[in-house]
């Protein structure tokens, strides 16, 4: 009796339900959480680094999400990708990062030219890229002379020379150090390094020093030298010298003749005598001196 009672019944209930309605819903989907890396820094620059010589900076990578995101590739892209790698890394392909889990990577860097460089690191979580951009600077010291070459002109040969003052300047992006600086090449015997102050100390981009170079041909014709500087710069300074040796100008070195007094005439000689002879006999008779004038008369008109 019951069971016809329920049956007759269910339609009515059936009917008196919300459309759609059922005794038990069924749970809504779940919604897949997109995963999310941020960088810490969000980009990294190494600012001017010395050419041929790397250097390392370490980059955060940290899952910003909401879920479990698991890495996969990690490497450089971009245009400079040569300058740019990757070293220790936490962030391995296939480690999974929780919600605010981080990793570090280690980023390298070297440059061949004193240029800009520019390259990203790209990092896919849950087969999504993500990307920080790398930049860095090469830096070179480059001393280069105001003028170059350096023209001493036509100096005499066997002379005191002539003396130029090079004036040189730091044109690259960080300061540099020369160690040497030498007279080189061709005629290096025509040509000294006196002094300068472009070694020992490091010279500031803009900076300037100066060296001295006297010019002294050893003979006649072109001269050419080169006052190199090594140290910081590849393949060094060279200031390129010239001059040219002449024959020194002509002088008149004959001796002048010697000044000679006029000679006296022999009749002057004798009248001289005849005169001092009188002068000593009248005196000869004044004073009672008489041998001994004769004797002296007699010897002076001798002699003349």
């Known amino acids: 009796m019951r069971k016809i009672w329920a049956?007759?019944?269910?339609?009515?209930?059936?009917?008196?339900?919300?459309?759609?309605?059922?005794?038990?819903?069924?749970?809504?989907?779940?919604?897949?959480?997109?995963?999310?890396?941020?960088?810490?820094?969000?980009?990294?620059?190494?600012?001017?680094?010395?050419?041929n010589q790397s250097a390392s900076q370490n980059l955060q990578v940290?899952?910003?999400?909401?879920?479990?995101?698991?890495?996969?590739?990690?490497?450089?892209?971009?245009k400079d990708t040569g300058n740019f790698w990757t070293g220790y890394n936490e962030c391995w392909n296939g480690r999974w990062l929780a919600p605010g889990e981080s990793c570090w990577i280690q980023i390298n860097f070297n440059a061949w030219q004193a240029i800009g460089y520019e390259a990203v690191l790209t990092v896919f979580a849950d087969n999504v890229p993500f990307s920080a951009a790398l930049a860095g600077t090469g830096g070179e010291a480059m001393l280069a002379p105001e003028i170059n070459p350096v023209e001493f002109?036509?100096?005499?040969?066997?002379?005191?020379?002539?003396?130029?003052?090079?004036?040189?300047?730091?044109?690259?992006?960080?300061?540099?150090g020369y160690f040497i600086a030498v007279i080189a090449g061709g005629d290096v015997g025509s040509f000294e390094l006196i002094d300068e102050n472009c070694t020992g100390d490091e010279i500031a981009p803009g900076g300037t020093c100066v060296a001295h170079v006297r010019?002294?041909?050893?003979?006649?014709?072109?001269?050419?030298?080169?006052?190199?500087?090594?140290?910081?710069?590849?393949?060094?300074?060279?200031?390129?010298?010239?001059?040219?040796?002449?024959?020194?100008a002509a002088e008149d070195s004959s001796p002048s003749p010697p000044v000679s007094k006029p000679a006296k005439s022999a009749h002057k000689k004798r009248a001289f005598a005849r005169g001092y002879s009188l002068e000593?006999?009248?005196?000869?008779?004044?004073?009672?001196?008489?041998?001994?004038?004769?004797?002296?008369?007699?010897?002076?008109?001798?002699?003349?």
């Not at 779940?30 to 050419?51: C, K, M, W």
């Not at 940290?62 to 971009?78: C, P, R, Y």
């Not at 010019?215 to 710069?233: C, E, H, I, T, W």
């Open 7 to 51: 049956a007759a019944l269910l339609p009515v209930i059936l009917f008196l339900l919300p459309a759609g309605a059922s005794a038990a819903e069924d749970p809504p989907p779940p919604v897949e959480a997109t995963p999310q890396l941020t960088f810490g820094p969000a980009s990294l620059d190494f600012g001017i680094v010395r050419v």
């Open 62 to 78: 940290t899952n910003s999400g909401e879920a479990v995101s698991q890495i996969g590739w990690v490497g450089v892209e971009g």
């Open 153 to 176: 002109g036509s100096v005499a040969v066997g002379g005191e020379g002539t003396v130029q003052t090079i004036h040189l300047s730091n044109e690259g992006n960080i300061a540099g």
């Open 215 to 248: 010019f002294d041909p050893v003979g006649l014709g072109r001269k050419v030298a080169r006052l190199a500087m090594f140290g910081d710069s590849n393949g060094g300074t060279m200031v390129f010298l010239r001059g040219e040796g002449e024959l020194a």
């Open 280 to 304: 000593l006999g009248r005196r000869c008779k004044q004073t009672k001196l008489c041998r001994h004038a004769k004797v002296f008369a007699a010897r002076r008109a001798a002699a003349g």
